[in-house]
């Protein structure tokens, strides 16, 4: 991996976290007080400490952050309202396929880690990285997650 390419790839990452906080952060405000709210405050933190290394190891290799992929990102998750929960459907059915989504991008998240370590000895920058930790914390966030995911195809399927 070039190092202009691992610039793209943890860019691209960065976007997808953009979007994700972007969606967590409004079904919080939405479900406030229910077990989901309750739930995905869990996660968030961790969210976003995951996208500050994101942001953190683009500064220290010398890359910058784009712009346009935030936006876009941002973007997305605004239009992705109308499909996970605009279109009036039930409120159950949006919760689960946000849900879905957000593992999704959760399984990404672990596969960026794990991609990472098979570079670790061409960029020197990876090496301040707890691979392991980070890979961990990926693979709990989407455990926990997946079971709020089950609860609710239970409740709307």
Not at 1 to 26: C, F, K, P, Q, W
Not at 49 to 69: H, N, T, Y
Not at 125 to 137: A, G, H, M
């Amino acid at each position: 991996m070039s190092i202009e390419a691992l610039g793209t790839y943890l860019n691209d990452h960065l976007a997808g976290s953009v979007g994700a906080i972007e969606m967590v952060e409004r079904v919080i405000r939405e479900t406030a007080g229910q077990p989901l709210a309750r739930g995905l405050e869990k996660v968030l933190p961790e969210i976003k400490e995951d996208q500050a290394v994101l942001v953190d190891l683009i500064e220290r290799m010398g890359a910058r952050e784009s712009p346009l992929k935030k936006a876009g990102a941002w973007l997305a998750e605004k239009a992705g309202r109308v499909k996970l929960g605009g279109t009036g459907e039930p409120e159950a059915l949006s919760r689960l396929e946000m849900l879905e989504t957000l593992i999704v991008g959760m399984h990404g998240r672990r596969a960026l880690w794990r991609a990472l370590r098979t570079v670790v000895d061409r960029h020197p920058v990876l090496y301040s990285l707890d691979l392991d930790l980070l890979e961990r914390r990926a693979q709990e966030q989407h455990d926990f997650v997946e079971q709020l995911r089950l609860e609710a195809a239970r409740e709307v399927l």
